[in-house]
């Protein structure tokens, strides 16, 4: 089967930081979803961004279901570390920007918005204005502006990272329901092992701009809360942190 994203030989320097992304090589499969670890500098928002297209690499290449990645298409959508949400328009006009960006909305996709807002627990805040919302809501409002356009591939770069670990850790169960009811693929960066073990299919490492053979994590699914106090969990983290710390 062809795959779905591939990084082929990817190479990126910043002229004045010199080399960042090393040789990257990394294949996603329909509907995965692949985290990316690593240290803070270690390259993973650059290697995001080159898989997005909104970088271009010096060498190598990057292909979304064969065809080359030269800037960001609509298969596409993104969450970044802070929601970015627009103050002066309603939670459900939030979520709708981007079929705005593009399209007149329909009655369809008025429903949509609002069928992605209940499955995260929004369905009474339609009307309020971000500022009115808790950090964990606003971020539930982004993954549903993401998840509006109903993307093949999801771009995610420490999306959770500003918050509490039981809002979380909350939002890791709605976000993995929502990937599997769409299908959506998702690259994910974290610098959080327990959260990436807990989200995805495979672990890929990055030290130093490169990246390490992914690590299958083959749990089972969907996976509720209790699978981070098993053992199974346990000792891949710990796989996973001994290679960080550079162990075998
Ligand atoms: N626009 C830029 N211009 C020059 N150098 C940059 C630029 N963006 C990032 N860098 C440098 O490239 C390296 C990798 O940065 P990057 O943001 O990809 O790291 P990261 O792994 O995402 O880190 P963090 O976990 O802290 O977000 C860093 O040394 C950073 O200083
Ligand atoms: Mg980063």
């Known amino acids: 089967m062809a795959q779905f994203l591939q990084l082929k030989d990817v190479h990126?320097?910043?002229?004045?930081?010199?080399?960042?992304?090393?040789?990257?090589?990394?294949?996603?499969?329909?509907?995965?979803?692949?985290?990316?670890?690593?240290?803070?500098?270690?390259?993973?928002t650059t290697l995001l961004k080159l898989a997005a297209?909104?970088?271009?690499?010096?060498?190598?290449q990057v292909l979304l279901q064969d065809s080359h990645v030269r800037a960001p298409v609509p298969e596409m959508g993104f969450v970044f570390q802070l929601p970015t949400l627009l103050n002066w328009l309603s939670v459900a006009d939030n979520v709708l920007l981007p079929v705005r960006l593009h399209a007149l909305v329909t009655d369809d996709d008025r429903r949509h918005a609002q069928q992605l807002l209940a499955s995260m627990g929004l369905s009474n805040l339609l009307h309020a204005r971000p500022a009115e919302l808790s950090g964990g809501q606003q971020s539930r409002v982004a993954i549903a502006r993401a998840l509006i356009t109903r993307p093949s591939v999801l771009f995610m770069d420490e999306p959770f990272a500003a918050l509490d670990a039981i809002t979380r850790d909350e939002l890791h169960q709605d976000f993995l329901a929502l990937c599997k009811a769409q299908g959506t693929s998702v690259l994910f960066v974290t610098h959080d092992i327990g959260e990436a073990v807990f989200l995805a299919d495979r672990v890929s490492l990055m030290q130093a701009g490169?990246?390490?053979?992914?690590?299958?994590?083959?749990?089972?699914r969907p996976r509720l809360a209790d699978l981070r106090y098993s053992a199974p969990f346990a000792a891949l983290c710990a796989q996973l942190r001994r290679s960080m710390d550079g162990g075998v």
């Open 12 to 44: 990126f320097a910043y002229p004045e930081r010199g080399v960042v992304v090393r040789d990257v090589s990394l294949q996603m499969e329909p509907g995965e979803i692949h985290c990316l670890i690593g240290r803070s500098g270690c390259g993973k």
């Open 53 to 60: 297209g909104l970088l271009q690499p010096q060498q190598g």
């Open 210 to 220: 490169a990246i390490q053979e992914p690590l299958a994590i083959d749990l089972p």
